[in-house]
């Protein structure tokens, strides 16, 4: 029973990082995997909780090589750029993560999410980062006087900006990133001495 909803999963996987969320039916998926439509629906109520599962999978992976990646000896300003670019790279990289881009997409896994879970997306995106931002203001290396959630809060919206670009203007971007994580950083790491 496990092995038709890994081979599902698998087949899904496969399929999506091929043609695209848009682009894949439940149709597509069972005749890889071999299984009867029916089949399908016995193990996803739909091809969004499919997507959304290997979504969130392929996220949690991008985040753990992230952090294993970081020099945490360096200065919070230097990290967090580290962890940025090491995010969108890998976003970028990977077609199933890359979804994150694609508006009408992105926001029926996010509302799926929201729904199944009472969570906003962006607590599933940098869970991994907060227990570093509670240690740098320990440490005095950032602010005490603002919650560390609503630290968390202001990076998920810096890494938002990057999904409007177009709105914004392709031609400032990367470099209207790297200053706003200029900015903000100075203003979190501007702690009494």
């Known amino acids: 029973m496990e092995d038709k909803k890994t081979k599902i999963y698998d087949c899904g996987k496969e399929i999506f990082s091929n043609k695209g969320f848009k682009d894949t039916n439940v149709s597509d998926i069972t005749k890889k995997a071999g299984i009867a439509i029916g089949t399908f629906y016995n193990y996803y109520p739909s091809k969004e909780k499919l997507f959304m599962d290997i979504f969130l999978e392929e996220n949690a992976k991008l985040k753990k090589n992230c952090m294993e990646s970081l020099d945490m000896t360096q200065s919070p300003v230097i990290v967090i750029r580290q962890m940025m670019a090491l995010n969108v790279e890998g976003i970028i ?11 009408s997409v992105f926001g029926k896994i996010e509302q799926l999410y ?31 006087d ?8 202001v990076f998920a919206a810096m890494i938002n900006v990057e999904t409007h670009k177009e709105e914004i203007g392709l031609e400032f971007f990367p470099q209207l990133l790297d200053h706003m ?13």
């Open 93 to 103: 990289s990977n077609p199933i993560l890359k979804e994150w881009y694609n508006k």
């Open 114 to 144: 929201r729904e199944e879970t009472g969570i906003q997306v962006n607590d599933f995106l940098y869970d991994s980062f907060h227990e570093i931002v509670q240690q740098w203001q320990t440490e005095g290396k950032m602010r005490s």
């Open 181 to 193: 994580m200029e900015l903000i950083m100075k203003g979190l790491t501007d702690c009494p001495k």
């Open 146 to 153: 603002m919650d560390s959630k609503m630290i968390m809060m």
